[in-house]
């Protein structure tokens, strides 16, 4: 296959291209040239996608399959201009932020409503136009595209190499052992997807031409599962105290990301539906998942013994809250 990955130089789009070219595909990458670098074995092209000139180094090839990962609508529309009519299949990669109602669970990506689009030549990088931005984006991939578009809405993606370390903390915290500060109740689901699955779902469903829209996420599991599996997966020797979220309020832990932040767990009942989708059409659609174990042992492996997080609690901040919970 000849696949032309729009990006290729960054944790997910760098993953599909690594994975492609394991496969044997033929792969272009087309980016500036400005972050990270190229894998081994892909053409790298200098594209900036922001004009439609500058996509002149791509007019006029083909391509068997795109993978996409903007979040910029003008890039999206000048891509198409100079490609729609030069490729078989093309998969967007959104985000589970396309969606505009986060508090009710079981939601699947066929009827779920979504956010109003940003102009189709939006290329505007406020962080709160994100999810309008993504709709808008997917449109125009549908509307041009039809049965030759493929649309995938990740969550949280993680896994060896991941850059915000919303999920490294809690392999990290959880090899570290003893009494260790667990969000809320552990019943509660939580959602993600490891980057490999992601890469090598994305490859499978451009190989079989696969189309439609779906959510990237695995199946929820609840926090206790996730983070007993974690713990075994790393012959951890660690007991769980299970804090409140009134608790975790009161000493400003921030929700999924940030500093003093804990991954993968949001303020509940507002984000009760986030992390609790129903992704069963994925499923049928090729999205396979490995056990959480593995993304933890993988996530140790690349990050090192002692890796310095961007994300998590420090350990002081987490004996002044358990003190303060076996104090009441
Ligand atoms: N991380 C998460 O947890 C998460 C969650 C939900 C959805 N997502 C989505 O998953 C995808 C992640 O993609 P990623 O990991 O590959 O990271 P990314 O940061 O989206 O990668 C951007 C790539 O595009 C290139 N690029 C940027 N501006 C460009 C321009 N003007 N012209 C041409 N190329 C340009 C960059 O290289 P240069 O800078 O060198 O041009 C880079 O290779 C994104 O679609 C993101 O929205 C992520």
Request: aromatic share 6%; charged share 25%; net charge negative.
């Amino acid at each position: 296959m000849r696949l032309l990955v729009l990006g290729g130089t960054v944790y997910l789009s760098k993953a599909v291209a690594e994975h492609a070219v394991a496969r044997g595909h033929d792969v272009t990458i087309a980016t500036r040239g400005k972050t990270g670098e190229a894998p081994e074995g892909v053409t790298h092209l200098t594209v900036d996608r922001s004009t439609v000139e500058g996509l002149e180094p791509l007019r006029g090839k083909e391509f068997d399959a795109v993978v996409d990962v903007t979040r910029f609508p003008n890039q999206v529309g000048n891509a198409l201009d100079v490609l729609a009519g030069k490729v078989a299949h093309w998969t967007f990669v959104s985000t589970c932020s396309v969606y505009n109602d986060d508090a009710t669970p079981g939601q699947n990506a066929d009827t779920a409503p979504t956010h109003e689009p940003t102009p189709d030549d939006s290329d505007d990088p406020a962080m709160d136009l994100f999810g309008p931005s993504k709709v808008s984006c997917e449109n125009q991939i549908r509307e041009r595209l039809g049965d030759r578009a493929l649309v995938i809405r990740p969550g949280l993606i993680v896994g060896p190499g991941d850059r915000g370390d919303r999920f490294g903390h809690w392999p990290q915290r959880i090899a570290e052992g003893g009494e260790m500060l667990a969000p809320g109740d552990p019943g509660e689901n939580l959602q993600y997807i490891d980057v490999r699955d992601l890469a090598d779902w994305i490859l499978d469903a451009a190989e079989a031409r696969t189309s439609g829209t779906y959510d990237g996420i695995c199946p929820p599991m609840t926090r206790g599962d996730f983070l007993r599996d974690i713990a075994t997966a790393l012959d951890a020797d660690v007991t769980f105290t299970w804090v409140s979220q009134d608790l975790l309020v009161e000493h400003e832990v921030a929700p999924w990301m940030g500093e003093q932040s804990l991954g993968l767990w949001l303020p509940l009942p507002e984000y009760a539906g986030f992390m609790n989708r129903d992704v069963s059409s994925a499923i049928a659609a090729g999205m396979r998942n490995r056990p959480v174990g593995e993304t933890a042992l993988a996530w140790r492996a690349a990050a090192g013994p002692e890796p310095a997080l961007r994300a998590g609690i420090t350990r002081e901040k987490e004996a002044e809250i358990l003190a303060a919970f076996h104090a009441r």
